[in-house]
């Protein structure tokens, strides 16, 4: 891992500081940091295919959640050199909604991304995340950030996130979360969040911590 004193270490903070409002022209690169960074986290792995076509299985589920939740919601951020991106559903947005047309070309890409084995653990998980996701208060829910591996460690996922929770704040709503990886709990937490539920998508899955943060005067 690169040294995280460093001077381009800090350069690269200093832009996932100042994060901006990814576009079409910005799809790629912010896939491959997403495809990248989720590369051994504990619940995409239990979910996805294990063969030699996981890294191309990711890739294919991050193409449909940048295409078709992140660029049409316009809360999908990224700094210039792609080291992070953070992809938020706006309360306006919250169930997620797809017209039926998307929903049947999304059964593919899970094959792709699951293989034919792994359909009964989306759902699985689908349906659990629903299930815990809080419903009674607007709010803004991270569905995914993520680092690139050679940048991790390094401030940037704290830096972005400090500007997105910004933002939010000033709009005086409460953000929502749920941390696939135990090791992530505490950075939350160090943003203000509090784990309000804690659940696994079947016996033999993962656990996942729900993590509710109130707004923030400031
Ligand atoms: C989680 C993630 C976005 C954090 O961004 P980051 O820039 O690596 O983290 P920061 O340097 O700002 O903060 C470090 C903290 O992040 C957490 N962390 C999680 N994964 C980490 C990793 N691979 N390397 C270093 N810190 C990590 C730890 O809590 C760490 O605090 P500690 O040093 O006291 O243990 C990033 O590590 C990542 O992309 N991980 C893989 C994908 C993922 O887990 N996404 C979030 C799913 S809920």
Partial sequence: MADAHSDAAFERRKRAAQPRRATAADREQVIECLTAAFATDPVMSWIGRKDAKRDQGRRAMFRFLVGKLGLPGGE??????????????????????????EEVRLLPT????????????????????????????????????????????????????EANLAAIDAKGLPSYLESSNEK???????????????????????????????????
């Avoid at 998980?125 to 299930?131: E, L, N």
Wanted: glycine share 10%; aromatic share 14%; proline share 10%.
């Fill in 110 to 161: 899970i094959m792709t991304f699951t293989g034919i084995g792994g359909l009964s653990r989306a759902d699985a998980f689908r349906k659990a995340a629903d299930k815990h996701h809080p419903k009674d208060k607007p709010h803004f829910y991270l569905m995914t950030v993520g680092v690139n591996p050679k940048f991790q460690g390094q401030g940037l996922g704290s830096a972005l996130l």
């Fill in 76 to 101: 999908l951020w990224t700094a210039d050199d792609y080291g992070a991106a953070a992809l938020w559903i706006p309360p306006e947005r919250a169930d997620m909604k797809l017209p039926w047309w």
């Fill in 184 to 218: 992530n709990v505490p950075l939350y937490r160090r943003h203000g969040y509090q784990v309000i539920n804690e659940f696994r998508p079947a016996p033999d899955g993962p656990p996942l911590w729900g993590m509710w943060r109130e707004a923030k005067a400031r």
